[in-house]
């Protein structure tokens, strides 16, 4: 079964596990002084009057419980069950946020990529000619050559002003220059293959096709690298920041630490009790403020019902937004507006619910920094955005596994 189907239907799995769960706590006869749990749509239980909690009338069972309320005898209330066909609690809360996987890359430089560049091309040449049997003529390794250059832009950057600034030019079209031989070699060896036999250009094919992409991949490189260094164009279009995991993007989040981000956004969704409802890698990042109906959306498409509150940071905030979630059904909408210069404004957001909404917001927050250490999602292993989709949706499940286990666990008597 693919990460779709399993993905899909993890809800399902968590209805059948909960039934078993609950019938096993409850007691199929009635007792004197214990609670009844009504057939309502958001309770579990199969029957209206006759099946019963193992609860005395003096006992209450939290939020980390497996109901959140208990009643008395011949009363009918409604009773919520965590890990239920809904994941439905009492407000039914959502908390939209965004955060960056990174791929698994060395932080990027010109001078880097160049090297890079240079040695996957050549291995790749020496790996074509080693199974054809030869080449007319011989494939030249100038890693030697490019390895000193790299070593002396990185001991250049150490001299400020004019000076420094002459001679890490010099050295970069040095750099350059052995590169722009390197793809020309490339595209010799190409030719060269092509011109050979059926049977001897078969072995080589897969190699050709990694080449002919690599040396693509490098002309990009030694474009943006002329434009910044020569022109002092740092807002390339379309900047490549790795060879191996090309689809890598720079995103600038504002964290004073890490200004530089380099890999997916991530948006989470997450409702009462840490479990996380649905979420989505960006091929390209949108803005924040372009996430939050669709969020909307999808828990409603997931849960079937609109969440009656939604928490996010200020990045979410717009005027439509707010109206918009508002029409979807919601009833409170906790985002802050930090451009306002509105006293009405101000006073909204200082009523009571929309602060609690707030609190509850950098409450999870944590739920961020917890999947990051402990399930790997602060940097992918895998590779390519298919590989980068697969690595945070294994570990959203596992999260997710945890914390049902933990709330399905029986309390220690």
Same mark, same amino acid.
């Given at each position: 079964m693919n990460l779709e189907k399993l993905y899909r239907n993890r809800h399902e799995? %968590?209805?059948?596990?909960?039934?078993? =769960? *609950?019938h096993r706590a409850l007691q199929q006869k009635p007792a004197e002084g214990r609670a009844t749990v009504a057939n309502t749509q958001d309770s579990t239980s199969s029957s209206e009057r006759d099946i019963f909690c193992r609860l005395t009338r003096n006992r209450y069972v939290g939020r980390r419980g497996l109901?959140?309320? &208990?009643?008395? *005898? #011949?009363?009918?209330?409604?009773?919520?069950?965590?890990?239920? !066909?809904? @994941?439905?609690?009492?407000? +039914?809360?959502h908390y939209v946020v965004g955060s960056v996987v990174e791929s698994n890359i060395h932080y990027p430089t010109d001078s880097g990529l160049l090297n890079d $560049? %240079?040695?996957?091309?050549?291995?790749?040449?020496?790996?074509?000619?080693?199974?054809? $049997? $030869?080449?007319?003529?011989?494939?030249?390794?100038?890693?030697?050559?490019?390895?000193?250059?790299?070593?002396a832009i990185g001991l250049a950057l150490r001299h400020k002003g004019t000076e420094g600034e002459l001679k890490r030019k010099r050295e970069y079209r040095q750099l350059l220059r052995l590169t722009r031989q390197i793809l020309n070699d490339s595209r010799r060896v190409l030719q060269e293959v092509e011109t050979l036999p059926v049977p001897r250009r078969r072995g080589v094919r897969g190699l050709g096709e990694r080449l002919e992409t690599v040396a693509d991949q490098v002309r990009r490189v030694v474009k943006q690298t002329k434009a910044r260094v020569f022109a002092g164009l740092t807002q390339f279009p379309d900047k490549l920041v790795s060879l191996f995991e090309p689809h890598t993007e720079i995103i600038r989040k504002g964290k004073s630490?890490?200004?530089?981000?380099?890999?997916? @956004?991530?948006?989470?969704? =997450?409702?009462?009790?840490?479990?996380?409802? +649905? &979420? #989505?890698? &960006?091929? #390209? !990042?949108?803005?924040?403020?372009? @996430?939050?109906?669709?969020?909307?959306?999808?828990?409603? !498409?997931?849960?079937?019902?609109?969440? /009656?509150?939604?928490?996010?940071?200020?990045?979410?905030?717009?005027? %439509?937004?707010?109206?918009?979630?508002?029409? @979807?059904?919601?009833? &409170?909408?906790?985002?802050?507006?930090?451009?306002?210069?509105? #006293?009405?404004?101000? !006073? +909204?957001?200082?009523?009571?619910?929309?602060?609690?909404?707030?609190?509850?917001?950098?409450?999870?927050? /944590?739920?961020?920094?917890?999947?990051?250490?402990?399930h790997g999602l602060d940097r992918c292993r895998y590779h390519g955005l298919h590989g980068m989709r697969r690595w945070v949706g294994l570990g959203v499940i596992a999260d997710n596994l945890m914390n049902l286990g933990r709330y399905l666990a029986p309390e220690p008597a």
């Open positions: 799995w %968590a209805n059948s596990r909960a039934d078993r =769960e *609950v109901f959140a309320a &208990y009643e008395q *005898v #011949e009363s009918i209330r409604r009773a919520d069950a965590i890990g239920s !066909r809904s @994941l439905q609690s009492r407000q +039914h809360t $560049g %240079a040695r996957v091309l050549t291995r790749t040449m020496k790996k074509m000619e080693q199974k054809v $049997g $030869g080449l007319k003529r011989k494939v030249r390794n100038r890693m030697r050559s490019v390895t000193k250059k790299v070593i630490g890490k200004p530089n981000e380099f890999g997916k @956004l991530v948006e989470l969704q =997450e409702a009462e009790n840490q479990i996380i409802t +649905h &979420y #989505e890698v &960006y091929e #390209e !990042r949108p803005s924040d403020q372009h @996430l939050l109906l669709p969020a909307v959306e999808a828990h409603r !498409r997931k849960l079937g019902r609109v969440p /009656g509150w939604v928490a996010a940071d200020a990045g979410f905030y717009s005027r %439509a937004n707010e109206e918009g979630a508002q029409a @979807l059904g919601v009833k &409170y909408v906790s985002i802050p507006n930090r451009n306002t210069r509105s #006293e009405e404004r101000r !006073r +909204h957001e200082k009523q009571r619910w929309f602060k609690k909404g707030q609190k509850w917001r950098t409450g999870c927050e /944590g739920r961020i920094s917890v999947i990051k250490r402990r």
